[in-house]
């Protein structure tokens, strides 16, 4: 069995983590998995599913959610927000390499977008937190990101007379730390992106995707994308070592290599494996990785062809994919996902 280089390929652990997905994920077949050197072969069925159009959220949680979402009075010096990482005009994220927070160990990760967040099995490149209101109070809590305490955090908007009334209609306990968690975790739920055009082409629309898109949506599956990037999210449901193939190692001077999930573990299996991510919104959230390190959609494909599939794509392979990745950014409230502003 040999790589498409010539070089004799091995079937690592990481190898046969992946191949044995093939037997869990519907719609693919071992042709599909892509073994080293094997020819191209379409998936069955579609191993992608359309977003919901919309959310079930009870409105009057949603509306106070957004708001909490939005109020820098959250954090312990009042100088940032959730938005403030998560724009939803730009992206649902930052757009750095890495997220700016005070404490480097376990080294800053880049800042996943926060739509479609609802649509993942676990949350953060580590799967540290498993639902929103968990996810909630971890970065609110955070030294690092919103430095907040729970007295400072409920006195703060106990004394604001609009959030109390809020609080009330939408909730018979009113004003509690679970109803803050809670309120922020059902506005969380409502950032869907729906109607991109793959979606659409998934919903039996005939002209979504042109010839060309759809022939990248081919490869895709076919060398083996979709083995980890499937299901409704298009990732975010498995985790899987950064570097197959190849050791990744750190990906900017100076700074130390990342251990991802062994952080949350410390399981042997889980150094240098992250939760897969969703490529949803794909094309509008550079940077991509955990770090950044690669800033062009070309770039991150190339590079995962490589470290993770063991195949050397060619220029035009590459385009394909692209062109198809691009099919992948939906709609929030009826408008298309936009990238962010380029970080300083």
Sequence with gaps: MRRNRGA??????????????????PGLSLAASTLPGSPPAPAQRDPISPVPLQAAVDPKRLALGERLFGDVRLSGGHARSCATCHPLDRGGMDGRPRADMASANPPPRNTPTIFNVSLSA?????????????????????PGLMNATWPH???TLQADASYVTAFGAAYEAGL???NVLDALASFERSLLTPNSRLDRHLRGERN???AREQEGYRLFRSYGCATCHQGINVGGNMYQRFGVFSEMGAGAPGMPVD?????????PQDHQAFRV???RNV????????????????GAVERMARVQLGRTLSQEETRLIVQFLHSLTGEYRGRPVAAPRKAP
């Design 8 to 25: 004799g390929a091995r079937l690592t652990p990481g190898w046969l983590y992946r191949l044995c997905l093939v037997c869990l994920v």
């Design 122 to 142: 676990t949350l953060n490149w580590d799967g540290g937190a498993n639902d929103l209101a968990e996810h909630a109070e971890r970065v609110l809590l955070n």
């Design 153 to 155: 955090l409920l006195a």
């Design 176 to 178: 509690t730390q679970a």
């Design 208 to 210: 979504a995707l042109t």
């Design 259 to 267: 251990l991802g999930r062994y952080y949350v573990t410390g399981a």
């Design 277 to 279: 991510p969703s490529l």
């Design 283 to 298: 094309a509008v959230t550079s940077p991509y990785f955990h770090d950044g390190r690669d800033r062009t959609l070309e």
